[in-house]
């Protein structure tokens, strides 16, 4: 039983992927290299800085602290461009019927993101007002797989990481939330995500109970 939850939030409340994807792919050719979707797995829960600096050594492309940093902001401005008509249909199966059963009954709810746009994001689909507390790269010293980005949201709910959940989308999400202390639910697949509750394809495969300000997760049947 839990009393609060703290989601992810690129692949597990919204679809933003395949944007981001989009435009790292577009720097990095605007660098002269490139990278394949099985690469950019590596890149999912990942900060802008840590993303930048992956791609760059892949393409064995060297460059300054200032440069990073512009690179960083035209990246942002392409993702921005391609995710400016945002709205609830970008929401996840499951997302809003969980959030709706949480609400109802009390369970405490925090955005645990490595993401710098979280907030616009979830003002655009409808979602902000449901979230406690927003935990995202504005707020963090330390990307995952360091556990700091759960921990501040544990902390924000006025819970132990014992009484949280974590519903994460990548391998070092999962690996941040474990290191943490947290119990885990993945969303992908089981072969690739070492989830400590279960793995599932979205929100809507999972079953839970929501009660009394707890949650329950329960064996699909």
């Not at 959940?165 to 993945?186: H, L, P, Q, R």
């Amino acid at each position: 039983m839990y009393k609060g939850v703290l989601f992810d939030l690129d692949g597990v409340i919204v679809d933003t992927a395949g944007y981001h994807f989009q435009a790292w792919k577009r720097l990095a050719n605007s660098l002269g290299t490139d990278f394949t979707t099985i690469q950019n797995e590596q890149l999912k829960g990942v900060g802008r800085v840590e993303s930048l600096q992956i791609i760059l050594d892949w393409g064995e492309i060297i460059k300054t602290k200032e440069e990073q940093a512009e690179l960083c902001i035209i990246k942002n401005e392409w993702y921005l461009e391609l995710s400016t008509n945002m709205d609830e249909s970008e929401i996840l199966p499951g997302v809003k019927d969980m959030l709706d059963s949480l609400k109802e009954n009390q369970v405490h709810i925090a955005l645990g993101s490595a993401s710098k746009n979280a907030v616009t994001i979830l003002k655009a689909v409808g979602l902000f007002d449901y979230f406690e507390s927003i935990i995202d790269g504005t707020k963090t010293t330390r990307s995952k797989p360091d556990p700091q980005t759960f921990e501040l949201g544990a902390e924000a709910l006025g819970l132990k990481p014992s009484e949280c959940i974590v519903i994460e989308d990548s391998i070092k999400g999962i690996e941040a939330a474990k290191s943490g202390g947290f119990d885990t639910i993945g969303i992908g697949q089981s072969e690739t995500l070492d989830a400590s509750i279960i793995t599932v394809k979205d929100l809507t495969e999972l079953s839970y109970n929501c009660e009394d300000g707890t949650l329950t997760i329960l064996k699909r049947t």
